[in-house]
């Protein structure tokens, strides 16, 4: 049974704040009137490319990403569907750049004034760093594209633990790393923080494990194998995240929690009591929270790093921050 749920996100708990200096090469002493007229900082008079995407989105850009997949552990794969959503930025584009890493893409469609047709498309060389680029030839009037394909067991942004590597040692468990550049491992995206998109979303799981999203959830929602998201605020696709696995869900307080295995639930809720006060002090300085709840996941101790903050569902690691109390793990 599939349930969609309300609105919940994510709580920057640490903000840095930049000191302003002297200006670089400046000399000492009192200012000429052209160096007291002149900007601290010029303003670049075109906005940089970034070099580690393929994407065109100077021309398209995609707004907003619908996902429909299978997790299927047995081949440590994404099967499905992705639809996206654009916006023209440039009336007279005809292709859509796309960046891709080791993905199997079946088929690609466009959608021209509410009728879907078959798209030619070409997936570029294979770059070590950037992956390869997806170029779809676009109809006139395409507002969106749907990509059926999946993923490969070697994804670098998703991460396959067999049961023996958790706490439980019972079933096997996915989670997703997809900073810098491999959210596009595991989806076609415009994988560059250029590009803000909303999402919504479509989880298969074997019905004995849950599956969370850095997206609205429901942390009261049945196991059933069929899970629904939706993440209205525009993210990059870096911040995409999930994770897959027997986990339960602590409360802290009416819209802060805690995912995690059975064994460290409730010594996790306890680490991260003090998670409300934070929220607290963060509002006190920049104004009320806006977005939800704000959920955190522990994963499994085979998880090699102290922490990810991403949107709505930032991950940590207990064992290691229990071990090192000095250091945040960046919730």
Same mark, same amino acid.
């Given at each position: ?37 002149? #900007? ?22 995609? +707004?907003?990403?619908?996902l429909d997949l299978d997790v299927l552990f047995d081949e440590k ?11 023209? $930025? ?6 859509? $750049? ?16 509410? =009728? ?15 992956? &390869? ?11 969106? $594209? ?20 958790t706490a439980g040692k019972a079933h096997p468990f996915l989670f &997703? ?16 923080? =250029? $590009? +803000? ?29 069929d899970y629904s998201f939706d993440m209205p605020q525009p993210i ?68 090699? +790093? ?14 290691? +921050? ?8 960046? #919730?």
């Amino acid at each position: 049974m599939s349930h969609r749920v309300a609105a919940v996100s994510i709580l920057a708990l640490s903000f840095a704040l930049a000191a302003c200096s002297q200006e670089p090469g400046a000399a000492s002493g009192s200012a000429t009137p052209e160096q007291a007229a002149a #900007p601290v900082y010029a303003a670049p008079t075109e906005q940089p490319v970034d070099p580690f995407t393929y994407a065109n989105y100077r021309q398209i850009r995609v +707004r907003h990403v619908d996902l429909d997949l299978d997790v299927l552990f047995d081949e440590k794969v994404l099967d499905g569907v992705a639809v996206l959503d654009l916006v023209y $930025v440039d009336s007279a584009a005809t292709v859509l $750049v796309l960046d891709a890493n080791d993905l199997d893409i079946k088929s690609v469609e466009a959608n021209a004034d509410g =009728a879907w047709s078959a798209a030619p498309y070409t997936l570029g060389a294979d770059d070590p760093i950037k992956g &390869s680029a997806l170029e779809i030839e676009l109809p006139d009037s395409a507002k969106q $594209v749907r990509i059926t394909y999946r993923t490969s067991p070697e994804a670098e942004g998703l991460q396959w633990l067999a049961p023996e590597q958790t706490a439980g040692k019972a079933h096997p468990f996915l989670f &997703s790393q997809f900073q810098p550049l491999y959210a596009r491992t595991m989806a076609p995206l415009q994988d560059t923080p =250029a $590009v +803000r998109i909303t999402y919504s979303a479509k989880l298969r799981t074997p019905p004995e494990l849950i599956a969370v999203m850095s997206a609205a959830q429901d942390p009261d929602g049945v196991r059933d194998g069929d899970y629904s998201f939706d993440m209205p605020q525009p993210i990059p696709a870096y911040l995409l995240a999930l994770a897959v696995g027997d986990f339960g869900f602590k409360a802290i307080n009416d819209h802060i929690g805690v995912y995690a295995e059975d064994y460290i639930l409730d010594a996790s809720a306890a680490e991260f009591e003090d998670t409300p006060k934070m929220e607290q002090a963060i509002n006190d300085l920049y104004g009320p929270y806006k977005w939800g709840r704000y959920d955190m996941i522990v994963l499994p101790p085979s998880f090699p +790093r102290h922490g990810e903050p991403t949107a709505v569902l930032p991950d940590a690691d207990a064992h290691r +921050r229990r071990q090192e109390p000095h250091q945040c793990c960046r #919730p």
